[in-house]
């Protein structure tokens, strides 16, 4: 079996991955390596960068590397959220200038080309499986599509394997899910003769509807990515993945099937997972999460490749102080982390209850719950009494609102309880355990 030797291994080479990589390689002593399942040639999805994304490529020094791949420059969003008429946010009244719509594959690779040329090594097609201590290193097991299997011993393992979190994972680490999101992605081509004047050219258009919202991107090339974002029990009840159906909704969105007339669409879509998400542990012994394995948001936010990028370089800052001074600054980075993913959940929140023409439609009622318990108040006879068989609640599923339920005894004051339930199910957010027992209170959860 190959075994190689290395000080940090990097286990996915996306964004977050290759910034790890490149960071790290700023200091000369260390021989950094990537194992990445994929080989860049496939399609990749999440496709705009925003603006203030320039100073993270400059940090890393692959500006002019991306310069010189010509990604379409990008002027802002259009979107008809919140009512029927499109607003437009145009990127070029902000101080950062205009963004990019990319090649999401090309853009990959070319971090991680920039990764090899200052001497790190890809192992690309190359799957992580498991991995053990051995006096003060990592084992780490890999399958090599080509080679068989393979195994890296190393002092510091970085996992950057997107929303799976390989490794995190199998440090036995949870994961906590802010929602269920889901994106059934198609690409179409734009023909060169008709495109002109369809308006398609250099924005991002979300359109919102009763089940969630739509967007298309201009992609380079002559290429258009369209999203339908929802959640995932909604997509297998309305059969959304199923081209029938898909085109069914599609032709119910004017905003979004009128400008998209004369698209030629490719035969098949595909749903991905699109949800927020956070680890309940950041790092651990020899080991640090970053990008979307750390944390993940909605892609309404576009901040997924700019948070990547910046994650996976704090990371490998934290791996390099654990190598090369022994000194542990894992905390730090967790709290930071921490604080980005309390600040986004209610920018999140905040810009899903903007959109007000459904309020009794489950995805929207998923992200608009206003809390208004009070923490102190005690739970009395009568929300005893009130003795509804529990259901679901668009906030906790059947089984654990029982749970819930069983929680709720007389004199317990309302934060006791939610504090309770999380002891036992520290996957679920503090917000839905509370929007919850809200619903429970006012016998509205069945
Ligand atoms: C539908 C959708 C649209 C999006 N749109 C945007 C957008 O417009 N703008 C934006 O900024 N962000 C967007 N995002 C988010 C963005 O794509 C991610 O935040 C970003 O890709 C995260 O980078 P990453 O390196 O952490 O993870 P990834 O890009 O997911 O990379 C992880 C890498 O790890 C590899 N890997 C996985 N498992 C293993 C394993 N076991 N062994 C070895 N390698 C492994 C994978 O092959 C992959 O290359 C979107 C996301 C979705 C789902």
Known sequence: MLTKDV??????????????????????????????????????????????????????????????????????????????????????????????HLDRSK?????????????????????????????AQWLVHVVDEREGLRQFLCRYVIDATGRNARFAHHQGVRKQYHDHLSAVVRYGHIDTKTSAGLGLESFVFVASCDYGWWYYAPLPGQQLALMLMSDSDI?????????????????AIPAICEPLAQVQWQQHS??????????NRYSGEAWVAC?????????????????????????????????????????????????DVQQYLNTHQQYYATEKRWPDQVFWQRRQGRVALDPEACISRQHIEQRIEPA?????????????????????????VVRAFKAKHDSVPDQKIILALQDLMQGSAV
Not at 114 to 130: A, I, L, N, P
């Open 392 to 416: 679901s609640s668009v906030h906790l599923m059947s089984g654990m609102l029982a749970g819930l339920k069983r929680e709720c005894r007389e004199g317990r004051p309302m934060h006791e």
């Open 7 to 100: 000080d940090v291994l990097i286990i996915g080479g996306g964004p977050a991955g290759a910034a790890s990589g490149i960071t790290l390689l700023q200091c000369p002593e260390l021989k950094v390596a990537i194992v990445e399942a994929g080989d860049y040639e496939t399609t990749r999805v999440g496709e705009s960068l925003s603006p203030g994304t320039r100073p993270l490529l400059e940090y890393l020094k692959v500006w002019d590397d991306f310069q010189a791949q010509q990604s379409l420059q990008s002027y802002g969003s259009k979107a008809a959220w919140g009512s029927d008429q499109v607003h437009s946010l145009d990127f070029l009244f902000t101080a950062q200038g205009h963004g990019w």
């Open 107 to 135: 853009f990959d690779r070319m971090l991680a080309a920039s990764f090899q040329k200052r001497g790190g090594e890809v192992y690309s097609r190359c799957r992580f499986t498991r991995a053990e201590r051995k006096q």
């Open 270 to 279: 595909r749903v991905v997972p699109a949800y927020s998400s956070s680890l």
């Open 235 to 251: 997509i297998s009840q309305r059969q959304l993945h199923l081209p029938s159906s898909w085109q069914q909704h599609f032709e």
């Open 291 to 339: 990008g979307d394995a750390a944390v993940s948001f909605d892609p309404l936010s576009s901040s997924g490749i700019p948070n990547a990028l910046a994650s996976g370089i704090q990371a490998a800052i934290v791996a390099a102080n654990h190598v090369l001074v022994n000194e542990d600054t894992s905390s730090a980075y967790a709290a930071a982390l921490s604080q």
